[in-house]
């Protein structure tokens, strides 16, 4: 998305803004707007039987997921051969996964 360029242009190390705060800006402005109307248009991520094969809305979670990597390695500083788990920990950011989950659990109730 056009705004995770943005995002890494105000991460610039010597003029930029500290990590805390660029993690709050994407935490308030960036994962509203990506999960906008998200328990109208999602469905729930599980595994079938078997374990082999997830279902829901997978294809949607894995372009999220490759956005909220980039904001991740830029908050942290991180290479980009971390492992998008420990990237989301450090960050202490919610895999796109169990956020789609939760939402759609969120407006079931």
């Known amino acids: 998305m056009a705004w995770t360029s943005q995002l890494k242009r105000l991460a610039k190390l010597s003029t930029g ?7 709050q800006l ?3 402005v960036a994962i509203p707007k990506m999960m906008y109307a998200a328990d109208v248009w999602c469905t729930p991520i599980y595994e079938t ?3 082999k094969k997830a279902r829901g809305s997978v294809g949607t979670a894995t372009a999220l997921t490759r956005v909220q990597r980039t904001v991740a390695r830029t908050i942290l500083g991180g ?3 971390s492992p998008t788990d420990a990237l989301e920990a450090h960050a202490n950011l919610l895999p796109i996964e169990l956020l789609i989950n939760k939402l759609c659990q969120r407006a079931t109730t």
């Open 17 to 23: 803004i500290k990590p805390a705060l660029l993690r």
């Open 26 to 28: 994407y935490v308030g």
């Open 79 to 81: 290479l980009s051969s």
């Open 49 to 51: 039987e078997g374990g």
